[in-house]
């Protein structure tokens, strides 16, 4: 059975940067995308960025020039380098792989706060 297990969440202050890891435990077969979405505390979760079989990357505007999504598909791994991070980001980040269904991570804190 595939598991996510995401890594590399923490506090850390506005301004400052993390790098997020998601790895697949066992073969995934024809990933068609690796994602990242978040939660912030009363909120829906919402997409943050894609990484496309293609080779694409998309963010959210709201993290665009901050935010770079990148992967390496043979290891069915999957980063998110998070810059300036701000107070807002704060938020659970799932990492999610797109095949013929879709995986999700447990998901793994980010909490930006001086």
């Known amino acids: 059975q595939v598991q996510l297990v995401e890594s590399g969440g923490g506090l850390v202050q506005p301004g400052g940067s993390l790098r997020l890891s998601c790895a697949a435990s066992?073969?995934?077969?024809?990933?068609?995308?690796m994602q990242w979405y978040r939660q912030a505390p009363g909120k829906q979760r919402e997409w943050v960025a894609s990484?496309?079989?293609?080779?694409?990357?998309y963010v959210a505007d709201s993290v665009k020039g901050r935010f770079t999504i990148s992967g390496d598909n043979a290891r069915n791994t999957v980063y998110l380098q998070m810059n300036s991070l701000k107070p807002e980001d704060t938020a659970v980040y799932y990492c999610?792989?797109?095949?013929?269904?879709?995986?999700w991570g447990q998901g793994t804190q980010v909490t930006v706060s001086s």
């Open positions: 990484l496309i079989s293609s080779g694409s990357t």
């Open positions: 066992g073969i995934v077969f024809r990933i068609n995308a």
């Open positions: 999610k792989f797109s095949s013929r269904v879709d995986y």
